[in-house]
């Protein structure tokens, strides 16, 4: 049974990285706006080369109070649709951004690896993991090394599958679900295209009905006029008989 959810995240090189992730399902109002770990509520995020990397991780952001500095900060606990929604803000510096390892040629991505661990209720737990993709751009890359290979005009597969809000539903067995903001539009526009087909059927169902009604019209009408034509020639030959 899932209990994390893989979800890309992708930030420009040569900017501050802000996301939203929304938690459905865990309270975290002990570490609203808070800086340190309480009653028994954590949280705490790792960006290194792979998995299993060993050493010291390349970003380490844990709890912090401030909107403006690098962490991870619970701004707002409330209560949709009878479950608690924890709204965690995940900001990571520019100077950080700016020192994560370059990859490839000139213009490449840095592809890293990331992981979001919840603690509740003192349990540690894996909820958010996958590939964290450094963007490469045209804006603020003076600092850029010269050293790497120059770029030899191969298109270049760039993910950018990020978004900038993610949200988790924590249910009572331990399944995760993810929701990306805008879903809800994709959802309504296929729950439109099911109506309209189902209509479709419909119209196609009714239509064969009356197909079906009036074949077994005609039909009834064709042996009625069997039924007259052989009860006139009963009468012809009867006359002529006599």
Same mark, same amino acid.
């Given at each position: &049974?899932?209990?994390?959810?893989?979800?890309?995240? !992708?930030?420009?090189?040569?900017?501050?990285? *802000?996301?939203?992730?929304?938690?459905?399902?865990?309270?975290?109002?002990?570490?609203?706006?808070?800086?340190?770990?309480?009653?028994?509520?954590?949280?705490?995020?790792?960006i290194r080369v792979?998995?299993?990397?060993?050493? +010291?991780?390349?970003?380490?952001?844990?709890?912090?109070?401030?909107?403006?500095?690098?962490? =991870?900060?619970?701004?707002?606990?409330?209560?949709?649709?009878?479950?608690?929604?924890?709204?965690?803000? &995940?900001?990571?510096?520019?100077?950080?951004?700016?020192? =994560?390892?370059?990859?490839?040629?000139?213009?490449?991505p840095s592809v =890293?690896?990331?992981?979001?661990?919840?603690?509740?209720?003192?349990?540690?737990?894996?909820?958010?993991?996958?590939?964290?993709? *450094?963007?490469?751009?045209?804006?603020?890359?003076?600092a850029a090394p010269?050293?790497?290979?120059?770029?030899?005009?191969?298109?270049? !597969?760039?993910?950018?599958? !990020?978004?900038?809000?993610?949200?988790?539903?924590?249910?009572?067995?331990?399944?995760?679900?993810?929701?990306?903001?805008? #879903?809800?539009?994709?959802?309504? =526009?296929?729950?439109?295209?099911?109506?309209?087909?189902?209509? +479709?059927?419909? $119209?196609?169902?009714?239509? +064969?009905?009356?197909?079906? $009604?009036?074949?077994?019209?005609?039909?009834?009408? #064709?042996?009625? #006029?069997?039924?007259?034509?052989?009860?006139?020639?009963?009468?012809?030959?009867?006359? #002529?008989?006599?």
């Amino acid at each position: &049974m899932a209990t994390a959810a893989s979800v890309p995240i !992708s930030a420009r090189r040569w900017e501050p990285c *802000v996301r939203t992730i929304r938690v459905r399902g865990l309270d975290l109002t002990p570490i609203l706006n808070a800086s340190v770990p309480a009653g028994g509520c954590d949280l705490l995020l790792e960006i290194r080369v792979s998995d299993d990397a060993p050493g +010291a991780a390349l970003v380490v952001l844990g709890l912090t109070g401030n909107g403006n500095a690098q962490g =991870l900060r619970v701004s707002a606990v409330q209560v949709v649709d009878g479950l608690p929604e924890s709204t965690v803000i &995940m900001r990571i510096n520019e100077e950080t951004m700016e020192s =994560l390892p370059f990859q490839g040629e000139t213009g490449d991505p840095s592809v =890293l690896r990331y992981g979001l661990q919840v603690t509740y209720a003192a349990l540690k737990k894996t909820r958010l993991y996958g590939d964290f993709e *450094v963007l490469p751009g045209a804006v603020g890359s003076d600092a850029a090394p010269s050293s790497r290979p120059a770029w030899d005009g191969v298109p270049r !597969s760039i993910r950018g599958g !990020s978004t900038d809000t993610v949200g988790l539903t924590i249910s009572a067995d331990e399944v995760v679900l993810v929701t990306i903001d805008g #879903a809800e539009v994709l959802i309504g =526009l296929i729950n439109e295209a099911k109506i309209a087909a189902d209509e +479709a059927r419909s $119209s196609a169902a009714q239509a +064969a009905v009356a197909a079906q $009604s009036l074949t077994t019209i005609v039909a009834g009408l #064709a042996n009625q #006029a069997a039924q007259i034509a052989n009860t006139q020639q009963i009468i012809v030959d009867h006359i #002529a008989f006599s």
